[in-house]
């Protein structure tokens, strides 16, 4: 009976004997598994289950920092040219169509190579191409600060615009694969926090920067160095900062598992998560991650033929059934927006200088167009010709409409992101482009450069739309064709 029925002593001791041994085993696999020396006590895991065991700390806020940054410098590098071709217009003697010619020439150079970019990033890294990008597309505005005809400066812009598209296609993929899906839409959100903030910075660094009177002659060149060169490099400085700062950034670990590579995206993670975690705290039991069966590495594409036919794959389908008519209506609206939008931004802050003149000089009642086609000397305003100078400076209430417009844009943003999922991306599309067709119109035809002004920032508002289309795109197409 004692053999069968055991004493509550015999249990006593039991329990004392598997409570010991348990504890045993606990700080035995601490000790081991931060020592990677025990397999059997290590776990295969996917990639974001091992992204959520990192944890969200400082390597992710400083990775969020560092991608916004970059998206800053992106829009710096794009925007730039709109308060340059005002103030240089005499230095390299632009014409109306020479400074249309300069404001579009990076976008060009953008379109021309994003494809290249995207496919770049998905078969060499991510990291690799925006890392060195950023540098390229920073020597290109160096030089560019140097041209003295409008002829070298469109070259170099273009090289600007073909390289800053590196990190324009490849920042936001970039910065998701080191999140885990819980977290991802958060550090986008966080980054595109930095670029809006970097949005309204832009009107202050080109009023520190443009508005000196100072001149240095470069003789080796046949250039006078004024303060519109040095805002170029001003605007290039958070690519290059960003750029360094990506050098001690590993690639993705998602791009390496979708390589083969799992042991180096082990090796990853637990750097990530020894930085967001104290130092005595044990590295993750992770033994391998586990490669998703659907994952393709693109990198496998051997040989010229393979890749065409890699990138025709991924694009072709875009322009057949079912896909064609989506694809065309979305590159229609997409097209019309960014000519209202952005071409019309690119003129925004030398046609504001040249409204601002014109009041200071006491006019009160012209149209926008009277004072666009202005010559550079003078303006006719009926039977009265009023001389403009050759500035190199603009006027400070320039500066700060421009700031307006991008508060406006920041605000817009966040009110459309609360209310669009209750109206409806129609009826927001339908309300913005209506408001801003109304107010292109009345810009043309209104004499009361005051309220003119008012107009033209109503009108640039349009670019709200831009948001809305890429988000009815994603609903519109697969995964594999986004």
């Known amino acids: 009976m004692n053999e069968r029925f055991?004493?509550?002593?015999?249990?006593?001791?039991?329990?004392?004997?598997?409570?010991?041994?348990?504890?045993?085993?606990?700080?035995?696999?601490?000790?081991?598994?931060?020592?990677?020396?025990?397999?059997?006590?290590?776990?295969?895991?996917?990639?974001d289950d091992a992204l959520t065991q990192a944890k969200f700390g400082l390597f992710n806020y400083t990775l969020i920092i560092i991608a916004g940054t970059i998206i800053t410098a992106v829009m710096l590098e794009?925007?730039?040219?709109?308060?340059?071709?005002?103030?240089?217009?005499?230095?390299?003697?632009?014409?109306?169509?020479?400074?249309?010619?300069?404001?579009?020439?990076?976008?060009?150079?953008?379109?021309?190579?994003?494809?290249?970019?995207?496919f770049l990033a998905d078969t060499q890294g991510r990291r690799g191409v925006i890392v060195s990008t950023l540098f390229l597309s920073f020597g290109t505005t160096v030089v560019s600060s140097f041209t003295s005809t409008f002829?070298?400066?469109?070259?170099?812009?273009?090289?600007?615009?073909?390289?800053?598209?590196?990190?324009?296609?490849?920042?936001?993929?970039?910065?998701?694969?080191?999140?885990?899906?819980?977290?991802?839409?958060?550090?986008?959100m966080g980054a595109s926090f930095v670029f809006g903030a970097g949005c309204m910075l832009l009107p202050g660094i080109a009023y520190l920067t443009i508005n000196n009177e100072w001149a240095i002659e470069v003789p080796?060149?046949?250039?006078?160095?004024?303060?519109?060169?040095?805002?170029?490099?001003?605007?290039?400085?958070?690519?290059?900062?960003?750029?360094?700062?990506?050098?001690?950034?590993?690639?993705?670990?998602?791009?390496?598992?979708?390589?083969?590579?799992?042991?180096?995206?082990?090796?990853?993670?637990?750097?990530i998560h020894r930085i967001n975690s104290s130092k005595d705290e044990p590295a993750l039991p992770i033994k391998s991650i586990v490669r998703n069966a659907n994952t393709k590495s693109a990198g496998s594409t051997k040989g010229f033929k393979a890749i065409v036919k890699l990138i025709w794959d991924q694009t072709a389908p875009l322009f057949m059934k079912p896909y064609l008519v989506r694809t065309g209506l979305i590159c229609f609206i997409q097209f019309g927006t960014y000519v209202t939008a952005h071409g019309m931004f690119m003129f925004f802050p030398g046609t504001l200088n040249q409204i601002m003149i014109a009041q200071?000089?006491?006019?009160?009642?012209?149209?926008?167009?009277?004072?666009?086609?202005?010559?550079?000397?003078?303006?006719?305003?009926?039977?009265?010709?009023v001389l403009l100078n050759c500035k190199q400076t603009l006027e400070e209430t320039t500066y700060m409409?421009?700031?307006?417009?991008?508060?406006?844009?920041?605000?817009?943003?966040?009110?459309?992101?609360?209310?669009?999922?209750?109206?409806?991306?129609?009826?927001?599309?339908?309300?913005?482009?209506?408001?801003?067709?109304?107010?292109?119109?009345?810009?043309?035809?209104?004499?009361?450069?005051?309220?003119?002004?008012?107009?033209?920032?109503?009108?640039?508002?349009g670019c709200y739309n831009i948001n809305v289309i890429n988000a009815v795109a994603v609903d519109l197409f697969p995964t594999n064709l986004r």
Request: hydrophobic share 50%.
């Open 401 to 461: 409409y421009t700031f307006i417009a991008d508060v406006f844009y920041m605000l817009g943003v966040g009110l459309i992101t609360l209310i669009i999922d209750k109206v409806g991306r129609l009826a927001v599309l339908v309300f913005i482009f209506t408001c801003s067709g109304i107010a292109g119109i009345l810009v043309v035809f209104l004499a009361m450069p005051s309220v003119t002004i008012w107009l033209y920032i109503i009108l640039l508002l």
């Open 360 to 385: 200071n000089l006491g006019v009160d009642s012209s149209t926008i167009c009277d004072i666009v086609h202005a010559d550079r000397s003078s303006i006719t305003l009926g039977n009265e010709t």
């Open 220 to 271: 080796f060149v046949d250039i006078i160095y004024r303060p519109w060169r040095l805002f170029f490099v001003v605007c290039a400085l958070p690519g290059l900062i960003s750029a360094i700062a990506l050098l001690k950034f590993p690639e993705s670990p998602k791009f390496m598992v979708g390589q083969g590579d799992t042991d180096r995206a082990v090796e990853t993670i637990q750097w």
């Open 6 to 47: 055991p004493t509550v002593r015999d249990f006593q001791h039991r329990q004392s004997y598997y409570l010991e041994l348990s504890a045993q085993h606990r700080v035995q696999s601490v000790i081991m598994s931060s020592k990677f020396k025990d397999p059997d006590r290590q776990e295969d895991a996917t990639v």
């Open 78 to 118: 794009i925007l730039s040219i709109s308060y340059v071709i005002t103030v240089a217009e005499c230095d390299l003697e632009l014409t109306t169509s020479q400074k249309g010619i300069l404001s579009a020439v990076v976008i060009l150079g953008i379109i021309v190579s994003s494809h290249l970019w995207g």
């Open 151 to 188: 002829m070298w400066m469109a070259v170099f812009r273009f090289l600007t615009g073909f390289f800053i598209s590196g990190p324009s296609a490849s920042i936001y993929a970039y910065l998701g694969e080191f999140h885990s899906i819980k977290t991802r839409s958060r550090a986008i």
